[in-house]
């Protein structure tokens, strides 16, 4: 009885406690979204008003437009770097690959808020305008170490013979590459450029530093929006969100999960 | 298809010289096994034939053509790896018409050369299977197929048949010697299996500490081994000093034995150990404190020898193999 308190109640209750702290907060601010008080206060009374309301706002629906496609973009300059900084990083020798790897996931361990400040700063001292290019740099430098982390693992574990049998069988450098590499690869592509999006999506505090007057991002709007009166629209829109990003989710885990997986010979199954 | 020649061939890794002035020239249609100890050098001799590495020193030939400076994927070598490297994104047939896609064929051509491929290596049912649904002999089969399909000039079989279980490696074998005959590619077959070695080649080379120490017919390689290591690497060896001081060798199925002092005895001995392996059976003797091996096929089924008995040995002046070291 003892023995069972110790080893599997108490676990038990600790991680359902961890998840509760993880979910509860989540959970009623995608109830709150369907309350009807303005002030995110019961009793609960069933209403999609702030989903109307939120259809009809168009700043917020720009905004996250502007953070879709910023994503987007980020996301695919991440795969297209990531994919030949592995590729190419095979060719350095040991020492130099370390230095080449430690410089790109720098940016994993400074705080952004640190990075997007130096940025402006670098601007300023360029005596350059604010403007999107520099927000799609830095969000590239910021979500291009994960996009790294999933390539990476791959590649270490494509067998070189493949490539030297692509060749031996009259294949050139660009044949195999296209034909051998890429599709050994891809379900780590898929799966980095899915997480850069998902780093650049969320981000604030570059986009906060460095977008030209004028434009914003969702996460600036809302952040924004808190400051002048809190209104259940911002749940709904976070609800929206959090819908796409398991959708997003849901429909990388099934492709990785069974058709790219099977495609490219993993493990599994 | 073409007549091969490697001269002075020399690879170093480092200090480490892996294959040391390599000298073998093969005509036209022949099938060669390399035949070492692990590590001696045979993966990085055939990784240099094939283009993979650049050799320090050296040529090779192709007719008259060198082909050093070209690169792997203009050579025409079909090549299958230990491993096999399938592509395991792609069907088996795909995997076989890879490498005719490269050569910008029809889909005609490619088509029914693969179907005459595949129908070569008896893998028809499989056509559209995957290679992690195949088991190890088939993807040796598919890996092998592939090779072929682009009728290379040359064929290099690293090691391919070591991961099969032993009743299918020897069908394998069998079937390999078949299918090459068949195509007439000239052919080098890297092994460390003697067996396999002296089934399936018409030369034998044997590397060791990537130099050759002989090449031959199968038969010259067992019955005239030059050196000592030749000797007890190809087949098992007894080795004996004579009068005058130089060393030869005498294989044990060569060596006669009786309960009865004979005349022409070379040894006698006393029998510490008998193992029955139904064909043959061999007995380890005793003679003056070293230990000869000798082999009888059983002819009849009989049991005159025992364990602790005194023996008497014998063998034909001609079955004693001079040694040129030591
Ligand atoms: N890329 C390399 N760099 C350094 N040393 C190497 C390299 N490749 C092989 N060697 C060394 O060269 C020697 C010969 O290797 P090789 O693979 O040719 O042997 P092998 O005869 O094929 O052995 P096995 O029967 O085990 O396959 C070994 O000592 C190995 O450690
Ligand atoms: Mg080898």
Known sequence: ?269 | MANIKLENLTKRFGENTVVDRVNIEIPNGTLVSILGPSGCGKTTLLRMIAGFETPDEGSIFFDQDSVVNVPANKRNIGMVFQSYALFPHMTVEENVAYGLQQRKLSKEEIDARVKQVIDTVHMKEFQKRKPKQLSGGQQQRVALARALAISPRLLLLDECLSALDKKLRVEMQTELRKILEESKVTTFFVTHDQEEAMTLSDFIVVMNKGIIEQMGTPLEVYEKPKNKFVASFLGKANFFQSEDGTSFAVRPEKIHLSAEEQAGARQEGVITFITYSGNITSYTIECDGEAVLCEKQNVQIRENLKKGQKVFLRWDKDSEIELADE
């Open chain 1, 1 to 269: 009885m003892r023995k069972y308190f110790t080893d599997q109640l108490i676990p038990t209750v600790y991680a359902l406690m961890a998840l509760a702290f993880l979910y509860t907060p989540i959970i009623v601010l995608m109830v709150m979204g369907f309350n009807e008080s303005r002030y995110n206060t019961l009793p609960f009374s069933f209403s999609l008003e702030w989903y109307s309301a939120l259809a009809k706002n168009e700043v917020l629906i720009n905004a996250a437009i502007n953070s879709f496609v910023l994503a987007l973009i980020t996301a695919l300059i991440c795969v297209v770097l990531a994919t030949m900084f592995v590729l190419g990083m095979k060719t350095l020798s040991r020492s130099m690959e370390g230095l080449f790897r430690s410089l790109i996931m720098m940016p994993m361990s400074i705080p952004w808020l640190i990075l997007a400040l130096s940025m402006l700063l670098f601007i300023r001292f360029l005596d350059l305008d604010k403007n999107m290019f520099f927000v799609v740099a830095g969000h590239v430098v910021i979500s291009l170490p994960y996009a790294m982390l999933s390539l990476q693992a791959r590649i270490q574990a494509l067998d070189p013979a493949l490539e030297e049998m692509s060749a031996s069988l009259g294949a050139s450098a660009l044949s195999t590459f296209r034909r051998i590499t890429v599709p050994a690869l891809a379900p780590a592509i898929v799966a980095g450029g899915f997480l850069a999006f998902m780093i650049s999506f969320d981000n604030f505090a570059i986009s906060y530093f460095l977008i030209p007057a004028g434009t914003s991002t969702l996460p600036i709007e809302i952040q924004s929006s808190i400051k002048f009166g809190f209104t259940p629209e911002i749940n709904a829109i976070s609800t929206v969100i959090i819908g796409v990003s398991l959708l997003c989710l849901a429909i990388v885990g099934l492709i990785m999960g069974s058709s790219i997986e099977n495609m490219i010979g993993g493990k599994k199954k």
